[in-house]
């Protein structure tokens, strides 16, 4: 419902992570003396992150399970699932296609950050993963909300231990920190043209009817 009915500047209320990631894509490729446009970037992009999230995925598996087969078949389905493919086609250029890749990038240095009673501080990698995914997608809170499950069942079960508590307190002080500073910019952005939009509404549905302020019902229907 973003579009309707006042309508709204995609490019600067937008989450920007997919638009920066694009560049720099483009960016890079031309300086290492690859010329490809960005419309070609934005194009391939979905297609590139639809890999790089099954690889994430096949990561994630092997690390939760240890098992090369099990890694495999998780991506097999994965490359198969309805979900995903819609995400990964070329030219189907949406936020979901870079947020995938986000997504998996943060839940697998997150399991990675408890490999071990030495692998904590990776707790600041899953943190920066989120903060990408943040900037890319609304469903950033899923991610978070998914991490902190985890924690609980963990705790619940009787696995607590210090490298939990210090993975988790850095993946969710720079996560959070990080997800405030990426979305402040584009929440003031969003919020101003709303409050634009509404206040030209007003003004013009009181030009066009002077008896406005002598019949509240009219005013009701304007808004």
């Keep these: 419902m ?6 709204r500047p995609v490019g600067t209320t937008i989450y920007p992570g997919m638009q920066i990631t694009s560049v720099t894509i483009w960016n890079v490729l031309n300086s290492l003396g690859v010329e490809i446009s960005l419309n070609d970037v934005c194009c391939y992009v979905p297609a590139w992150f639809g890999v790089s999230a099954t690889v994430f995925l096949t990561a994630l598996t ?4 240890g098992s090369a087969n099990g890694s495999v078949a998780a991506a097999g389905i994965m490359s198969v699932v309805p979900a995903h493919i819609m995400r990964s086609v070329g030219g189907g250029y949406d936020n979901e296609s870079v947020a995938m890749t986000a997504m998996c ?8 950050s408890l490999r ?11 943190g920066i993963a989120y903060i990408y995914m943040a900037a890319a997608w609304g469903g950033y809170i899923f991610v978070i909300n998914m991490v902190a499950v985890h924690t609980l069942g963990l705790m619940a079960t009787g696995r607590y231990s210090n490298k939990l508590h210090h993975a988790y307190t850095l993946f969710y002080i720079v996560g959070t920190y990080g997800e405030s500073a990426a979305l402040a910019r584009v929440h003031m952005l969003h919020d101003t043209k709303l409050r634009t939009r509404n206040a030209q509404m007003i003004q013009r549905c009181c030009l066009s009817r002077p008896d406005i302020w002598s019949r509240p019902q009219v005013l009701c229907r304007c808004l």
């Design 2 to 7: 973003s579009w309707y009915p006042l309508g």
């Design 62 to 65: 092997y690390e939760c399970t």
């Design 105 to 112: 990038c943060t839940f697998f240095w997150w399991c990675r």
């Design 116 to 126: 071990s009673n030495s692998s904590w501080p990776l707790g600041i990698v899953a």
